[in-house]
């Protein structure tokens, strides 16, 4: 086999976890992600299912055993802080088996410090233009460096330019739904819990993994879509104006936060993943939205898989529609989760929120609480292992 060159556009969770496996294979890669360094902040992230096992064929699981945020509650609250129900935070996120729970920053440090002995990391710059030859692509980056590649990988999340460049403008699919998450100063005296508040149209939440963690809030609230804000404190801000429980005070805390994560809740499809000699990876290829907890778990399947195939096939035509062939089923399904969970996140009218209170806080009394849980997550649970995973032979961790 010849030992093929690689450039990966995104150093997120999908990037480097495809250099790894790409490594395992004997190919060379290069990532290249447009932030100065590995970006840190966002939320704890869901890994299930079939991802799972993809950290145990790549021998992460125990590092990301090790990171697990074991949180342990999860609290419904009312606008004066006093509890409406408390839940236990595994059953409530529906995990099973060996599923975790990790910040997304410890996944990305993790999978970095796997790859970075291997791979190249070139940090500050981004893809200008492709120009495919029949022998491989002619890339020009941002910096005006310019080098040749067998094949790209667009890895670089939800708007990626990767895709534009092959594929034009592809509208998103606009969940009705905005979310940021953040780090604030306040100490609510929380370990290992969550906390959640909500209103019509919004919803406020807040956890810490730990006492001296600190604590990390998140807004989300429906909305139709909105042009991309330069700054989106002034719309978040606007927002939430006028709520109680501490949303004041997470509002007086938005000045000081450096990589505020922002985004709208929104789904990737594309009528094909790949042209010539490029293929996209993770959310650039199939964003299920965050409303779907899984868009961590189809980057980690996605990078196992796309890896797998390019040392099995031929060429890479044949590998890419393997790939293709494999994911699809797989992440279409996660993409109806994804949607069906949107209509959720959020309460609607008062009427709603009223009836799903009642529902909680009755809950408890239930015998068959348990029972009625895990048949309400049970959807995330199939959509987590719609996906049978081939065994491709690999070197072990080098
Ligand atoms: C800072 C951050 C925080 C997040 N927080 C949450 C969260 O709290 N909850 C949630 O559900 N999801 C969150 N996400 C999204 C989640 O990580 C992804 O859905 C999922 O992990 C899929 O990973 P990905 O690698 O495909 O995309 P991402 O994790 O989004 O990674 C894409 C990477 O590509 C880089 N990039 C973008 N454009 C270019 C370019 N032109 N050239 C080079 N590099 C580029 C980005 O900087 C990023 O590092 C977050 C993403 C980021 C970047």
């Known amino acids: 086999m010849t030992r093929r060159e690689v450039l990966i556009s995104g150093a997120g969770l999908a990037g ?5 496996a790409l490594h395992r294979h004997g ?4 990532v290249v992600e447009r932030a100065p ?56 996120m529906g995990r099973r088996g060996d599923d975790r729970e990790i910040m997304r920053t410890d996944l990305t440090r993790i999978l970095y410090d796997a790859t970075a002995g291997d ?13 495919e030859r029949a022998d491989g692509v002619a890339v020009t980056f941002a910096s005006g460096v310019t080098r040749r590649f067998d094949l790209v990988v667009g890895a670089d999340g939800l708007h990626s330019a990767t895709r534009r ?23 609510l005296g929380l370990d290992h819990e969550e906390v959640f508040f909500c209103a019509p149209g919004r919803m406020v939440f807040a956890y810490s993994t730990g006492a001296a963690a600190g604590t990390r809030a998140g807004l989300v609230f429906a909305s139709p879509q909105l042009p991309r804000p330069q700054d989106p404190r002034p719309i978040l801000r606007e927002r939430f ?57 189809l980057a980690l399947v996605g990078a196992y898989v796309l890896a797998g195939e390019l040392a099995a096939a031929d060429g890479h035509e044949a590998a890419f529609r393997r790939y293709e062939t494999l994911m699809r089923p797989y992440a ?16 609607g009218g008062g009427w709603q929120l009223a009836f799903r209170n009642y529902g909680m806080r009755t809950l408890k009394y239930n015998p068959w609480k348990r029972q009625i849980i895990e048949q309400v997550t049970k959807p995330l649970y199939e959509a987590a292992t719609a996906i049978d995973l081939p065994a491709y032979p690999m070197a072990a961790a080098v």
Request: net charge negative; aromatic share 6%; proline share 6%.
């Open 16 to 20: 480097p976890a495809l250099a790894l």
């Open 27 to 30: 190919m060379r890669a290069t």
């Open 37 to 92: 360094a590995l970006r840190d902040g966002g939320y704890k992230v869901d890994i299930r299912g079939a991802a799972i096992e993809v950290l145990k064929r790549l021998g992460l699981f125990e590092a990301v055993r090790a990171a697990d945020t074991a949180m342990r509650t999860v609290t419904y609250v009312r606008a004066d802080g006093s509890p409406i129900a408390a839940l236990d935070a595994s059953l409530l």
């Open 119 to 131: 791979v190249d990391y070139v940090f500050g710059d981004s893809i200008a233009t492709l120009d």
């Open 165 to 187: 460049l092959v594929l034009g403008d592809v509208p998103l699919r606009h969940l009705g739904a905005y979310i940021s998450i953040f780090d604030v100063p306040e100490d």
């Open 241 to 297: 104006a006028g709520m109680g429980w501490r949303v004041p005070a997470f509002l007086d805390a938005l000045d000081g936060v450096p990589d505020l994560y922002f985004d709208s809740l929104s789904q990737v499809e594309l009528p094909r993943w790949s042209a010539g000699r490029v293929v996209l990876l993770g959310d650039a290829a199939h964003c299920p939205a965050p409303s779907s907890g899984q868009g961590t778990s």
């Open 332 to 347: 279409e399904r996660n993409l109806r989760l994804g949607r069906k969970m949107a209509g959720d996140m959020v309460p």
